[in-house]
Nanobody, 116 residues
Framework: QVQVAESGGGLVQPGGSLRLSCAASGRISSINVMGWYRQAPGKERELVAV???????NYADSMKGRFTISRGSAKNTVDLQMNRLNPEDTAVYYC??????????WGKGTLVTVSS
């Protein structure tokens, strides 16, 4: 069993910043990919950013230059630094952990609200 927990969401003004964190725990030997996805009201879940075990990253176009994904200092953690946030970034942000090509786990999500 693997547990995934997100933290760091909240209310922020347009143009502000937030840092999200994700921690995976349980039966884990090695993680292939960790990443963030989001789901806004009335929209489907979409990719935000992912990072592989080798450090390769991939960002959705709207996040490039504003968001930075990185491995955390603690084992099996990942962070998402979000800068210059706008109201369109309002969504529930989910952490995804891929142990292998078959085993895939999701957190319950953390809400980010960008509003003045």
């Amino acid at each position: 069993q693997v547990q995934v927990a997100e933290s760091g969401g909240g209310l922020v003004q347009p143009g502000g910043s937030l840092r999200l964190s994700c921690a995976a725990s349980g039966r884990i030997s090695s993680i292939n990919v960790m990443g963030w996805y989001r789901q806004a009201p009335g929209k489907e879940r979409e990719l935000v950013a992912v990072i592989s075990s080798g450090g390769a990253t991939n960002y959705a176009d709207s996040m490039k230059g504003r968001f930075t994904i990185s491995r955390g200092s603690a084992k099996n953690t990942v962070d998402l630094q979000m800068n210059r946030l706008n109201p369109e970034d309002t969504a529930v942000y989910y952490c995804n952990v891929k142990i292998t090509t078959i085993l895939n786990y999701w957190g319950k999500g953390t809400l980010v609200t960008v509003s003045s």
